[in-house]
Nanobody
C-alpha cells in the first residue's frame, strides 16, 4: 500500500522560507502525479501546487506563483515544495497527495488524488 511521508513543516516568520518534502513509499505504480494542498482551521482544503509524473509540467495556485517551486526526484519517489516569502495567511496544515489522473498535466482537484499524507503544520508568524 502506498504511503506518503511529509516533512519540513515548522514555525517561521513572515518573509521566511521553508522546504517541504514528501516521499512515496510502498512501491507506487508508475505514472503518478503529486501535489500539495493546504487546509487552515475552518476552511476547505485548497490546492497549492502539483507536478506531473515526468516533472516536466507543474501547476500552481495563483496566490503562490513566483514564490513556491515544486520539484521531484523520480528515482526517489520524492517531491519538494520550496516556499519563499511566506505570509501569515498561509498558516495551515500542508498535505501531500498522489494522483494517477495527472500523468501529463497534473490535476488540481483534490478528489482526483488517490493517496494522502498525514499533513505537516506550517505556521507563519507576523
Amino acid at each position: 500500500q502506498v504511503q506518503l511521508v511529509e516533512s519540513g513543516g515548522g514555525l517561521v516568520q513572515a518573509g521566511d522560507s521553508l522546504r517541504l518534502s514528501c516521499a512515496a513509499t510502498g512501491r507506487p505504480s508508475m505514472g503518478y502525479a503529486m501535489g500539495w494542498f493546504r487546509q487552515a482551521p475552518g476552511t476547505e482544503r485548497e490546492f497549492v501546487a502539483a507536478i506531473s509524473w515526468s516533472g516536466g509540467n507543474t501547476a500552481y495556485a495563483d496566490s503562490v506563483k513566483g514564490r513556491f517551486t515544486l520539484s521531484r526526484e523520480r528515482y526517489k519517489n520524492t517531491v519538494y515544495l520550496q516556499m519563499n516569502s511566506l505570509k501569515p495567511e498561509e498558516t495551515a496544515v500542508y498535505y501531500c497527495g498522489l494522483s494517477y489522473s495527472g500523468q501529463i498535466l497534473p490535476t488540481t482537484k483534490s478528489y482526483e488524488y488517490n493517496s494522502w499524507g498525514q499533513g505537516t503544520q506550517v505556521t507563519v508568524s507576523s
